[in-house]
């Protein structure tokens, strides 16, 4: 519990500024998402709209490392595609295609401060199994923030998400958390979304943290691609994703990637 970071009021405010603008460029790019057009072309035109509006993009060079190595992200953004679970590296020769559904994930800084948030995104007519993945990803996505508030555990967060996507027999990833955020791009907490009912650390007022639903059509184990960015459905399955920076109020909790 110790290291989960109480943020100021003041601290609170330059963070919901920095989820502004992340969720401006969220509400931005939707005109650009169709047929035809690159991952790295929407990439470009999202940093070019952060960069306008007195931000800068966390992702840029932002670094990962394991026993093989150590790997800084290339773009602006993540945009993963129909079986991308999260982490996709946008390309120029990746071309959106009728019928694709893709998940867009923005993090700003703001006069070094964060705000992280991702949405869903569908190229056409996409399938009617896309179309009702993306609507239980959505809704366990709110049943999951609806349990912030002051005294309640984090667990029960993902207890909610998993009951939810369980009983229309999808799938919950495991293998990536939403985080504590605002200070840094990631902090603690964890927070797992699927997990056992009522298990510690409990929600205190000033607490920030994203909840992140990544729900598969298929079974939830994942594998990471070549590029070690890339997560992947084991199975091929589709996967779908959404996301918020949250705040604990005094009372309850206050969304902060919103404009």
């Not at 991308?84 to 923005?106: F, M, Q, S, T, Y």
């Not at 199994?129 to 555990?153: Q, S, Y």
């Not at 919950?172 to 298990?199: I, Q, S, W």
Request: hydrophobic fraction near 40%.
């Amino acid at each position: 519990m110790s290291k989960i970071i109480i943020k100021t009021p003041e601290q609170i405010e330059w963070i919901r500024k920095a989820g502004k603008l992340t969720a401006m460029t969220l509400d931005m790019i939707g005109a650009y998402v169709r047929a035809g057009v690159s991952t790295l072309e929407l990439d470009n035109i999202m940093n070019t709209f952060i960069l306008s509006n007195g931000g800068v993009s966390a992702c840029i060079d932002y670094k990962w490392a394991n026993k093989w190595g150590k790997w800084g992200y290339p773009r602006c953004t993540c945009i993963s595609l129909n079986d991308v679970i999260c982490h996709g590296i946008p390309r120029a020769d990746e071309i959106l295609k009728e019928w694709d559904i893709l998940n867009i994930d923005v993090t700003t800084i703001v006069d070094g401060y964060f705000g992280d948030a991702s949405r869903m995104y569908t190229v056409g007519n996409v399938s009617e199994k896309a179309k009702d993945l993306i609507t239980v990803t959505k809704k366990a996505w709110e049943i999951g923030i609806a349990e912030v508030r002051p005294g309640n555990f984090f667990g029960n967060i993902g207890y909610a998400i998993s009951q939810y996507v369980e009983s229309r027999w999808y799938s919950v990833v495991r293998d990536y958390t939403g985080h504590g955020v605002g200070l840094e791009f990631h902090e603690e907490p964890y927070v797992y979304h699927k997990a056992a009912k009522n298990t510690w650390p409990k929600m205190q007022p000033g607490m920030i943290f994203t909840i992140e639903p990544m729900i598969n059509l298929g079974k939830y184990a994942s594998k990471l691609d070549k590029d070690n960015w890339t997560a992947k459905t084991k199975d091929g399955s589709l996967s779908a994703q959404f996301e918020h920076t949250i705040l604990v109020t005094e009372k309850w909790h206050e969304i902060l990637t919103v404009v």
